[in-house]
């Protein structure tokens, strides 16, 4: 094994990936699958975020609440959780706007990927998992698939 300048051992490079909103909802407010695989992505992965999902993870926690979807300490629980992964997130702009999926409203994270090269886009959302030509090199996939990838 070759060293890089400084003497150490090169390390493995991560690559890229996307968190839809409805997983980190799942993670930080219940836990369970949908938590370990945010746990995995953080830890395995480089996450991006663009300006148009930062607006939605802002503003989500914001709804179930008004809404009685949440309780008290799970919308604490959410909002903490969120601006922690978005502390470690990186934020970049999409230059295109791709328009392939049912909800329009869920290009932004098609968009996102692109621009980040991500290989994955971790999602439970149905009108993101059924898009039948994601671009090349892009994995839709559930929280229970991610957990099960090498």
Same mark, same amino acid.
């Given at each position: 094994m070759?060293?890089?300048?400084?003497?150490?051992?090169? /390390?493995?490079?991560?690559n890229?990936?996307? #968190?839809?909103?409805?997983?980190l909802?799942? $993670?930080? =407010?219940f836990?369970g699958? +949908?938590?370990?695989?945010?746990?995995?992505?953080?830890?395995?992965?480089?996450?991006?975020?663009s300006?148009?999902?930062?607006?939605?993870?802002?503003?989500?926690?914001?709804?179930l609440?008004?809404?009685?979807k949440? /309780?008290p300490?799970?919308?604490?629980?959410? #909002?903490?959780?969120i601006?922690?992964?978005? $502390?470690? =997130?990186?934020?970049?702009? +999409?230059?295109?706007?791709i328009?392939?999926?049912?909800?329009?409203?869920?290009?932004?994270?098609?968009?996102?990927?692109?621009?980040?090269?991500?290989i994955i886009?971790?999602?439970s959302?149905?009108?993101?998992?059924c898009?039948?030509?994601?671009?090349?090199?892009?994995e839709?996939l559930r929280?229970?698939?991610?957990?099960?990838?090498?």
């Amino acid at each position: 094994m070759r060293l890089n300048p400084s003497g150490e051992k090169p /390390t493995k490079r991560k690559n890229n990936i996307v #968190v839809d909103t409805g997983v980190l909802v799942s $993670a930080f =407010a219940f836990g369970g699958v +949908p938590g370990n695989a945010v746990k995995k992505a953080f830890i395995e992965y480089r996450v991006f975020v663009s300006p148009q999902i930062l607006t939605e993870y802002r503003s989500i926690p914001l709804v179930l609440k008004a809404a009685g979807k949440i /309780t008290p300490e799970q919308f604490r629980a959410l #909002v903490a959780g969120i601006a922690s992964f978005v $502390a470690g =997130a990186t934020v970049v702009t +999409p230059q295109k706007n791709i328009h392939i999926c049912r909800d329009p409203k869920d290009d932004m994270f098609i968009d996102c990927c692109l621009e980040a090269q991500a290989i994955i886009l971790l999602t439970s959302d149905k009108d993101l998992l059924c898009i039948a030509d994601a671009p090349p090199g892009l994995e839709i996939l559930r929280p229970k698939e991610f957990l099960v990838r090498p």
